[in-house]
């Protein structure tokens, strides 16, 4: 119930490709899904965020697309950057306050 | 915008040793805070809720004796390692969401990586 499922484990793509990281939970509770980009060695950081009464958000190159009723959701990285290449976590929570369930991670490489 | 900092960002202990790691909100107050342990290579685990002026909330399978959490103000809360073993050895990272309004953005810290010899 509280688990989120991450895919893919890892991703390779070329400059300026578009990268697609999909995540699916179970409980329909939650209500908040955040994704985080993690560089090696550093804490991760907030990219984008979104709640279920939206099915699209875009910020600059990185969209979520959101599927309640697939209890699904996705990011989208536009023009894929070498600068991009990091370790990208969805997450999901209850509420404005609580913890956050995180899935298992995605190793982007974007190649020149 | 709203930074969280932690600290030490690396430190190496002897086992049998305790370590303490900090955990601030800088510019805003948090009286939830939480901390991760972080696997080379693996998803973040969360280990416990922060609680200000009160116990904090342990997840399933997390030693509360050994790892001590203080959230002594509403900007500050502190984990200790304590009787460290190698298997102690990780990245721990804290996090804080800003309270109030349409806030809901989790801040985490840069991490900590504790190394046990």
């Known amino acids: 119930q509280q688990q989120v499922k991450q895919s893919p484990q890892s991703l390779i793509v070329q400059k300026g490709g578009i990268s697609i990281i999909n995540c699916a939970y179970e409980?329909?509770?939650?209500?908040?899904f955040p994704w985080y980009q993690q560089f090696p060695g550093k804490g991760p950081a907030l990219l984008i965020a979104?709640?279920?009464?939206?099915s699209e958000k875009k910020e600059g190159r990185f969209t979520i697309s959101f599927n309640k009723s697939a209890k699904q959701f996705s990011l989208h990285i536009m023009d894929s950057q070498p600068g991009d290449s990091a370790t990208y976590f969805c997450?999901?929570?209850?509420?404005?306050?609580?913890?956050?369930?995180f899935g298992t991670g995605t190793r982007l490489q974007v190649f020149p | 915008g709203a930074v969280v900092s932690q600290h030490p960002s690396r430190v190496i202990c002897k086992s049998g040793t305790s370590v303490k790691i900090e955990c601030r909100s800088l510019?805003?107050?948090?009286?939830?805070m939480f901390w991760y342990r972080q696997f080379p290579k693996k998803s973040l685990m969360l280990m416990a809720t922060?609680?200000?002026?009160?116990?904090?909330?342990?997840e399933q399978g997390v030693e509360k004796d050994k790892f001590l959490i203080n959230h002594a103000s509403l900007t500050l809360s502190t984990l200790t390692v304590t009787s460290a073993h190698p298997e102690d050895s990780s990245f721990y990272i804290c996090?804080?969401?800003?309270?109030?309004?349409?806030?809901?953005?989790?801040?985490f810290g840069q991490g900590t990586r504790l190394t046990v010899v």
């Open positions: 996090s804080a969401r800003r309270p109030g309004g349409g806030g809901t953005e989790a801040f």
């Open positions: 409980n329909t509770a939650f209500d908040y």
């Open positions: 979104i709640r279920p009464d939206v």
């Open positions: 997450a999901a929570s209850i509420g404005n306050t609580d913890k956050l369930i």
């Open positions: 510019d805003f107050q948090a009286t939830t």
């Open positions: 922060s609680n200000e002026g009160s116990k904090a909330t342990y």
